[in-house]
């Protein structure tokens, strides 16, 4: 759909694209009023343009240049394999090639890794579509920065792996569980510190409210208030009894899983040996 009377969009397209020189300048303006300018950059912390025949670029705002720390103009004629350093599939992470999935399905999204003049690296979601236009047909995309939102995601797959690694070197007790008593997930180190199976944990046969000795209920009972209250409960020492009978002395601290909620995950630490 074309921008059609409209000068304020016309002028916004031409006042965008004159940011290029010469040549360039002028296909920008041409292709960023058919592509609709002002909708498009509205959508976006950056839009390129490039040729599908060649993968070079014909016109990039001056959002896209500021964001990579370049001149205005300076993008033009530059190919996309050198724009873009890493490609990947933005829903599974997955290397992925831009060019060769417009040239098949005519659309795609991909997370690319791009580098700004000074070094630095960052990350942008691109949003891209070919059209067939009569002149030519091109490529257009559309950029979102989302190098805070890879690095939390780095951040949070590193703190999953550590506790991925805690809860399986069996040093200490996971359990999640809720105000109730139930124990709704546990690992080894926990069902054999306890002296129960997995299948007994499978079948609700394994409670926490079960397993603390008697002299320890109401301390674990004030733990289910605190962490509904404040999001978490202890670090405190209290006896659980084992199923053969046999009582051991641990250390218990957790924390809810949700705001408000006395679901929570909890680490169990034995104090004198996983049998007594």
């Not at 959002?63 to 050198?82: H, I, P, T, V, Y």
């Not at 051991?248 to 957790?254: D, E």
Request: with cysteine.
């Amino acid at each position: 759909m074309g921008v059609r009377g409209s000068s304020q969009s016309q002028s916004k397209a031409e006042r965008v694209a004159g940011q290029t020189q010469g040549g360039a300048g002028l296909r920008g303006i041409e292709l960023m009023r058919a592509m609709q300018a002002p909708i498009i950059e509205a959508m976006a912390d950056g839009v390129c343009i490039l040729s599908a025949a060649d993968g070079k670029v014909l016109y990039a705002d001056l959002k896209l240049n500021r964001m990579l720390g370049r001149a205005a103009g300076s993008l033009d004629g530059e190919k996309l394999s050198a724009l873009h350093e890493i490609e990947r599939d933005a829903r599974d992470g997955s290397d992925t090639n831009l060019a060769e999935r417009l040239h098949r399905y005519g659309e795609a999204t991909v997370d690319v890794r791009m580098s700004r003049r000074e070094g630095a690296s960052l990350w942008c979601r691109v949003r891209a579509h070919a059209f067939d236009r009569p002149e030519r047909a091109v490529w257009v995309l559309l950029y979102e920065n989302i190098t805070d939102l890879k690095k939390s995601d780095e951040v949070r797959k590193k703190e999953e792996a550590r506790f991925r690694t805690l809860v399986g070197a069996g040093v200490v007790g996971v359990t999640t569980s809720d105000g109730e008593g139930r124990v709704l997930e546990a690992n080894d180190y926990f069902l054999e510190l306890v002296g129960y199976s997995r299948v007994e944990l499978a079948r609700d046969q394994v409670r926490w409210d079960d397993l603390t000795a008697p002299e320890y209920r109401a301390v674990s009972s004030r733990a289910v208030e605190e962490v509904r209250t404040t999001g978490r409960f202890g670090p405190f020492e209290k006896e659980y009894v084992r199923k053969d009978g046999k009582r051991i002395r641990v250390l218990v601290g957790g924390a809810a899983l949700e705001s408000g909620s006395t679901e929570c995950v909890t680490f169990t630490v034995a104090l004198n040996g996983r049998r007594t």
